[in-house]
């Protein structure tokens, strides 16, 4: 890894298709995981945007950070408007238009466009079985509107809208299993990444791409302004995040699970909460509760991915 | 060369979406409009329109796959009525702010509470500020004819904004009508190819859809606002080149026996030509009537509607839409306030009658005319009449 800066450029390339200048906060995860994506994804997309942090710090009349083909509308359309633009570009090209061949259709969201308010046309969108990928950059909170909590925001996090009190411990509800919604909707490509594993995302986001039919990719994006945690540590919160089991990074391939990056062994989850201001509040009761959970998550998906006979070692 | 046929509305509705080569329609199925999308599925499933047909899940994503089809290039069609269409109400703004020429009809329904299937004008009104343009028909022939017109007028690179037709539920979409089916070859030469100026390719990359800052943001209401204004005379040529090639002339404002006459009714839709057989029975009756019909509902047709009325005493204006506890029917208070600046102008009298579906007769309008002479000599502690509650 040290000799990392010798070999990434012949890997990766140079050019930014998402041009820099955007005004996302200073470490922002978000910012970084889709910069990854659209280095990986070339010029022959359409990208169709949900309203949310990423549509606001890349686009304001008139400038614009995209250098590819881009579309903003509402919050919870994405997927349905990605539906409009992948029928039209299939009948356009059926009917001679000069579009160029093989145009990748890619919706992106947050965790709020997609888990919440979006989820019904995103699943519409999958099950009519359109060719188009759907990425979901999941900061686990709606975060442009002022860190309210989504369906995807963690067990104990602290947000505006579940703030800690004498009778609040923050979010009393579990994270939605978005991957797994995806999952069950029997769709070709569905994988997790995080920025702070970058080959595996890119090379996950290009395979989505390449897959026909719809594709699905869920992109852990560290906040350090609404997960309260310093903005020079999210590659460290992201690599946790997976070092825990809290957030593991696997696909799942017409049905067939794989995990892309193998933990031997989970640390204990509270290394990844306690750099985390939106923790700071929990109890040992609580975060071991989360340890249990995060345990049995972690087996369940073992399992699938048939290491089955395997049992997480627990945590030192 | 042209027969007229019996034909349901909603199938010959249908069919002019096929003669005009539609790309993509993305819809949800609703009562009344399910005739008009079903028969599109099964023109795209036969093989007889080549297009994409979306089978949405709701119609809030009907109304976001079209702004997604139009903005990509494709010629872009979907119909739906009354819950539906306040459902899309959030993404009929953005099709208008993003300038994209899609066309619906809207088979025309009471809103809830109580559920209606039946026929009114409220789902209409609820969406009388979305920026789109809106044409009223009152027959089949009608909606046939505005549906072609309505894809020349939006896609046109002087207008470029979504158009509505609208058609009432059931009077209209259910009945067989004598309708004459345009050549698929005359509609061909009526209507040229789909050219929106900037779609989305990868080629030639836009960003479409930004967000504008305080310093932006009335410019481009502002020209959002001049094109609307200048999409009227654009209407004005399509409807008079469909008058040369096919016969049949569409004005912002129709006139009914309303020149000279002193009493004036104005309706809108289906329920006008009731209203001009009220208009016969009474001047037969000796009485001074006429009546005029809004076609063009937006961009209101300010001046074609001042010079219909301007010789009136009193206009009665028929509102099949209620705004509860407000001013007067939705569309008399726009005819108010159109004519209030005037010296000379007709008393305006607002009655609302035939919500959810209740039919108004020819007696019936000819009750609610009588009414109105009356109530424009005595003057009323009313603000609008609602004709034919049995309390
Ligand atoms: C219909 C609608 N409801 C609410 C909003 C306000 N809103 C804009 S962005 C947003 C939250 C976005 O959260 P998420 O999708 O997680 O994206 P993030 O900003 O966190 O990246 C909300 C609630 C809206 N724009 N539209
Ligand atoms: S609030 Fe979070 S997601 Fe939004 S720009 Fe700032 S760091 Fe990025
Ligand atoms: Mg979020």
Redesign the interface.
């Known amino acids: 890894m040290e000799k990392l800066e010798l070999y990434v450029p012949r890997l990766i390339q140079k050019k930014e298709k998402f041009a820099p200048g955007h005004r996302a906060c200073v470490g922002c995860g978000e910012a970084l995981a889709i910069r990854q994506t659209f280095k990986a994804l070339g010029n022959n997309i359409i990208v169709v945007n949900a309203t949310g942090c990423a549509e606001i710090f890349t686009g304001q009349l008139p400038v614009s950070s995209w250098e590819v083909a881009w579309i903003h509308t509402l919050f919870e359309n994405t997927a349905a408007v990605a539906s409009g633009v992948e029928a039209a570009y299939k009948v356009l090209r059926r009917k001679g238009s000069p579009l160029p061949a093989n145009t990748k259709i890619i919706a992106i969201g947050g965790d709020g466009g997609t888990s919440d308010i979006g989820l019904q046309a995103l699943s519409g969108a999958m099950e009519r079985g359109h060719d188009f990928t759907y990425i979901c950059f999941d900061n686990e909170a709606y975060m442009n509107t002022g860190i309210q909590r989504s369906s995807s925001t963690p067990f104990g996090a602290m947000t505006t809208t579940s703030p800690v009190g004498k009778k609040s411990i923050g979010k009393f509800s579990w994270k939605k299993n978005m991957p797994e919604i995806a999952v069950a909707h029997n769709i070709p490509y569905v994988a997790t990444a995080t920025h702070s594993y970058p080959f595996d995302l890119m090379a996950k986001v290009k395979k989505a791409t390449e897959m026909p039919g719809p594709a699905y990719v869920h992109v852990l994006s560290v906040c350090p302004t609404g997960w309260r945690s310093a903005n020079d540590t999210i590659i460290r919160q992201g690599r946790l995040a997976v070092e825990t089991g809290v957030f593991p990074l696997f696909e799942v391939v017409n049905g067939e699970y794989k995990i892309t990056v193998d933990v031997p062994k989970l640390r204990p989850v509270k290394d990844y909460l306690k750099i985390q201001g939106r923790f700071r509040h929990l109890s040992d009761e609580n975060i071991a509760k989360i340890q249990a959970r995060v345990e049995l998550e972690y087996q369940k998906l073992l399992e699938k991915a048939n290491h089955g006979g395997q049992k997480t070692k627990r945590s030192s | 060369m042209t027969t007229r046929i019996g034909i349901e509305v909603s199938i010959a509705v249908a069919d002019a979406v096929q003669l005009c080569n539609a790309?993509?329609v993305?819809a949800y199925p609703i009562t009344p409009q399910t005739h008009i999308v079903e028969h599109l599925a099964e023109l795209v499933a036969n093989g007889e329109l080549?297009?994409?047909y979306?089978?949405?899940?709701?119609e809030?994503?009907?109304m976001?796959?079209?702004?997604?089809?139009?903005?990509?290039?494709?010629r872009?069609f979907t119909a739906t009525s009354s819950q539906g269409l306040v459902l899309m109400d959030?993404?009929l703004f953005?099709a208008s702010g993003?300038r994209l020429p899609i066309v619906m009809a809207v088979a025309n329904r009471a809103l809830s509470s109580p559920l209606s299937i039946w026929g009114d004008h409220s789902d209409v009104m609820s969406v009388r500020d979305t920026g789109w343009i809106q044409i009223f028909v009152e027959n089949g022939q009608q909606a046939v004819d505005n549906t072609i017109c309505a894809f020349r007028i939006a896609e046109d690179n002087r207008v470029l904004l979504p158009t509505m037709i609208h058609l009432d539920g059931f009077n209209l979409t259910h009945v067989i009508e004598p309708i004459i089916m345009p050549e698929e070859s005359e509609v061909a030469k009526f209507l040229p190819p789909n050219k929106f100026p900037l779609p989305?390719?990868?080629?030639?990359?836009?960003?479409?859809?930004?967000?504008?800052?305080p310093g932006?943001f009335i410019e481009?209401k502002w020209a959002q606002e001049q094109n609307m204004k200048a999409s009227k005379k654009v209407i004005m040529e399509v409807w008079n080149e469909f008058y040369k090639a096919f016969g049949r002339q569409y004005l912002p404002v129709e006139k009914y026996k309303s020149d000279g006459a002193k009493v004036l009714i104005l309706t809108m839709g289906s329920f006008s030509e009731t209203a001009s057989v009220a208009v016969d029975e009474l001047i037969d009756e000796g009485k001074d009537v006429g009546q005029v019909r809004l076609r063009l509902w937006r961009p209101f047709p300010f001046d074609e509607f001042r010079q219909a009325v301007k010789d009136a005493d009193v206009l009665v204006v028929l509102d099949r839409a209620v705004s509860v506890g407000g001013p007067a029917g939705p569309v008399a208070s726009e005819v108010k306030s159109a004519l209030y600046n005037l010296a000379k102008k007709p008393k305006v009298v607002s009655f609302i009658a035939g919500l959810g579906g209740r039919d108004i007769t020819v007696k019936g309008f000819k009750d609610i005319i009588t009414k109105g002479i009356e109530i424009a000599r005595t003057g009323s502690k009313n603000e609008y009449e609602i004709y034919g509650v049995r309390e």
């Open positions: 790309d993509v993305a080549d297009a994409e979306i089978p949405v899940e709701s809030h994503s009907a976001s796959a079209c702004l997604g089809s139009a903005a990509t290039g494709a872009t959030e993404v953005v993003m989305l390719n990868p080629d030639k990359p836009v960003a479409m859809g930004s967000f504008a800052a932006i481009a």
